[in-house]
T-cell receptor
Framework: GAVVSQHPSRVICKSGTSVKIECRSL??????MFWYRQFPKQSLMLMAT?????????EQGVEKDKFLINHASLTLSTLTVTSAHPEDSSFYIC?????????????FGPGTRLTVL | GNSVTQMEGPVTLSEEAFLTINCTYT??????LFWYVQYPGEGLQLLLK?????DKGSNKGFEATYRKETTSFHLEKGSVQVSDSAVYFC?????????????FGRGTSLIVHP
């Protein structure tokens, strides 16, 4: 149980286009999901906390209009990188907060590798 | 604020060697502590966790004990294998004012040679 999927796993796009990344909790309902960005050989940087039915809470320094987050249902959150540029190339990872006995635990998706040409 | 400090890597060991990856944290109250493992090109997998002082988390031969007096959660394994080569992240979560706040260390790369 507690499986989180991400789609796509890899995406290559041209500069100026927008890219949507989906994060799904497959066998549990996640009221809270997190979006992270990871640069090569570095730690995870929390970008935003996504709560179902409300606006996402962004970390300091993360552009809200650049990284649009929608948590439309209890099993799906999406991250849209708008007008992507090469500096947005990175590994994006989502996680979902567990429920019940796992309320204090995060379950991670496999990540999405974004390359902007 | 909360923070997690891990020893810098890479840690390079021969197969069957003893592993220790140090992790210390700063947080008020009683956070929960975690170790995650990330294999190349993949997301993070939970390796083990401890939710209160003196708890020992263990999984796949790895162990870590929640030491509140030293604010530490060091990861250990008695005999590493080549397949353990990965990046290991120490993390904490803290419930604060109804919010759930995760904090990660920078990660420690482990390389195990045959």
């Amino acid at each position: 149980g507690a499986v989180v999927s991400q789609h796509p796993s890899r995406v290559i796009c041209k500069s100026g286009t927008s890219v949507k990344i989906e994060c799904r909790s497959l066998d549990f309902q996640a009221t809270t999901m997190f979006w992270y960005r990871q640069f090569p050989k570095q730690s995870l940087m929390l970008m935003a906390t996504s709560n179902e039915g409300s606006k996402a809470t962004y970390e300091q320094g993360v552009e809200k209009d650049k990284f649009l987050i929608n948590h439309a249902s209890l099993t799906l959150s999406t991250l849209t990188v708008t007008s992507a540029h090469p500096e947005d190339s990175s590994f994006y990872i989502c996680s979902a907060r567990g429920t019940g006995a796992f309320y204090n635990e995060q379950f991670f998706g496999p990540g999405t590798r974004l390359t902007v040409l | 604020g909360n923070s997690v400090t891990q020893m810098e890597g890479p840690v390079t060991l021969s197969e069957e060697a003893f592993l220790t990856i140090n992790c210390t944290y700063t947080a008020t109250g009683y956070p929960s502590l975690f170790w995650y493992v990330q294999y190349p090109g993949e997301g993070l997998q939970l390796l083990l966790k401890a939710t209160k002082a003196d708890d020992k988390g263990s999984n796949k031969g790895f162990e870590a004990t929640y030491r509140k007096e030293t604010t530490s959660f060091h990861l250990e394994k008695g005999s590493v294998q080549v397949s353990d080569s990965a990046v290991y992240f120490c993390a904490l979560t803290k419930l604060s004012g109804g919010s759930y706040i995760p904090t990660f260390g920078r990660g420690t790369s482990l390389i195990v040679h045959p």
